[in-house]
Nanobody
Framework: EVQLVESGGGLVQPGGSLRLSCVAS????????MSWVRQAPGKGLEWVSS????????RYANSVKGRFTISRDDAKNTLYLQLNSLKTEDTAMYYC??????????????RGQGTRVTVSS
């Protein structure tokens, strides 16, 4: 059974930083692209970032480019998202998602339970 368990969320002031983690199990983590998506209160799902197998190719939504960094540690079956220069509009539930392919395909249906990030002064 595929499991994705996110952690690292919390309350942070604008301009602050957080590091989110997603521990994966039940599949060969290194063989699949992974993504982070988020859902702000009252809004739809928003793709944030993706990383292909091997970590050699990453992509970001324009809203987070230059502030967030995605990475993966295949030895630990863990996906990360470093969030810097946080803004109030980054407040959301953050989910990691397993792609059905080795490269980003846009299929974000397989997700974890999420970790909440709240940016507020």
């Amino acid at each position: 059974e595929v499991q994705l368990v996110e952690s690292g969320g919390g309350l942070v002031q604008p301009g602050g930083s957080l590091r989110l983690s997603c521990v994966a199990s039940g599949f060969t983590f290194s063989s699949y692209a992974m993504s982070w998506v988020r859902q702000a209160p009252g809004k739809g799902l928003e793709w944030v970032s993706s990383i292909n197998t091997g970590g050699g190719f990453t992509r970001y939504a324009n809203s987070v480019k230059g502030r967030f960094t995605i990475s993966r540690d295949d030895a630990k079956n863990t996906l990360y998202l470093q969030l810097n220069s946080l803004k109030t509009e980054d407040t959301a539930m953050y989910y990691c998602a397993k792609d059905p392919r080795a490269y980003y395909s846009g299929d974000l249906t397989l997700r974890g339970q999420g970790t909440r990030v709240t940016v507020s002064s």
